[in-house]
């Protein structure tokens, strides 16, 4: 496999292993288990599994090892390990770095369910959490200890697109030994160079743009090879928390495609955020990929000028300017995943940033009236059409 493809090729021919059939797409192995041809290779094999050489699809399989190392390849790291969903690779990865006594700071802005795991999961094993403002650097320096484990963020927060400076954050991080955890999901595998930025461990929910039309759940570690096979994989082949050869097909199938629609995506994005800047339904349009956000300079050098797939509108009149806006779409649909050929709106208030006390939606920017848009693969001139009808429909 050539290590010096670029990103589209990677993700079109990284990884694949073919059968005794040489058959051109990618086969699905739809098998827990491996037949050994001998009762001395059983006992071998669980002494030391050879790279191409399987046990139980709970340790491996050759469609997700496909997956992982197609992946890994695009993204630049050493290996990966494939997870059920985006949520198990976020548990998976700190689980298993982690231990009682520990200290992790983590950015304030996450998804409901990655902040679940470091404010209520981790604290529960004994795991000391530190929360700082991501795009504040002075708070990482302060936050920072010598037994300082790790940290966490979104590279770019859900659902306020609160953009993080991977190198500066991993900088500081590494100074203190501490192993870097980025979850990628919103600046996507197009267009991010986290390994290369500094960052020890990218982390993707597959279900977004990996997959991409909405159909199944996965996930991705990303990491070193030690840290992988070494740190990662014997906690989730004992825990069971890996991703299934169907889904894993599903994902190298969307692999393929994923540049052009991602791109086609954050172009269309930037668009729509062109044409509503300034209209006057809305309190805030959040888009890093305008000129005028306050982090477009970052996402030049981190994300090659793109703002990603993802755009967030504040509506006036609160929660009932917002339900008014939902309900006047017909071309985006109520729901609540992203990245998808389907453009989606979401309420996160009452949706994926429920459980959230008021005070912490209010200190996060969720505000009654924030909705979250990702943007599809309709046409962009039909989008906006229908996103203005429904701005004023906000309104009347
Ligand atoms: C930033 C982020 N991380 C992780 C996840 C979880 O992914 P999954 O739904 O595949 O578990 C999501 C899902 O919305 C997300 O937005």
């Known amino acids: 496999m050539s290590k010096s493809w670029n990103k589209r090729t990677q993700a079109v021919h990284g990884g694949i292993r073919r059968s005794q059939y040489s058959e051109v797409s990618e086969a699905i192995f739809l098998t ?34 496909m997956f992982e190392e197609r992946i890994a390849a695009l993204e630049g790291a050493e290996d990966g390990f ?53 795009t504040d650097l002075e708070q990482w320096k302060a936050a920072l200890r010598p037994d300082t484990k790790a940290v966490f963020f979104e590279s770019m927060s859900n659902p306020t697109l609160e953009v993080i400076d991977i190198e500066a954050v991993s900088e500081l991080a590494h100074a203190v030994g501490a192993t870097v955890v980025v979850d990628n999901v ?20 597959a279900t977004k743009h990996i997959d991409g039309q909405g159909r199944a759940l996965g ?8 840290f992988i096979r070494g740190t990662v994989e014997p906690y989730l082949k004992h825990t069971g928390g890996a991703l299934s050869p169907f889904n894993a097909w599903v994902m190298l199938k969307g692999l ?23 209209h006057s339904a809305l309190e805030r349009l959040l888009y890093p990929g305008l000129k005028t956000h306050a982090q ?23 929660k009932d300017g917002a339900f008014a806006f939902l309900n006047a779409l017909t071309i985006p649909v109520i729901s609540n995943n992203l990245g998808d050929a389907k453009s989606i709106a979401t309420h996160p208030a009452t949706t994926t940033h429920q459980r959230l006390s008021d005070d912490q939606r209010t200190a996060l920017g969720i505000t009654p009236g924030l909705i979250r848009l990702s943007v ?16 004023a429909a906000s309104q009347s």
């Not at 982690?98 to 529960?124: K, M, P, W």
């Open 32 to 65: 827990q288990g491996f037949v050994y041809d001998n009762a001395e290779q059983a006992e071998a094999r669980f002494i030391q599994a050879g790279d191409d050489e399987f046990i139980y699809a709970r340790y491996g399989n050759p469609t997700v090892r």
């Open 376 to 391: 599809g693969l309709e046409d962009s001139e039909d989008l906006i059409a229908d996103l203005q009808a429904a701005l």
């Open 186 to 205: 919103f600046s996507t595998p197009v267009f991010s160079r986290a390994i290369e930025q500094g960052a020890d461990v990218v982390i993707y929910s």
């Open 256 to 278: 393929e495609t994923m540049s052009l629609r991602v791109n086609a995506q954050a172009d269309s994005a930037l668009k729509i955020a062109e044409a509503l800047e300034g």
């Open 219 to 226: 996930g991705i570690i990303l990491g070193t090879r030690d």
């Open 296 to 318: 477009n300079a970052l996402v030049q050098s981190q994300l090659g000028g793109k703002g990603g797939t993802v755009l967030s509108l504040d509506i006036r009149g609160g």
């Open 82 to 134: 494939a997870t059920a969903s985006g949520m198990a690779a976020v548990n998976g990865a700190l689980c298993a770095m982690l231990q009682a006594g520990d200290h992790v700071v983590s950015a304030r802005a996450l998804f409901g369910s990655c902040l679940y795991i470091l404010e209520n999961i981790l604290t529960r094993y004994g795991v000391e959490v530190t929360f700082v403002d991501g």
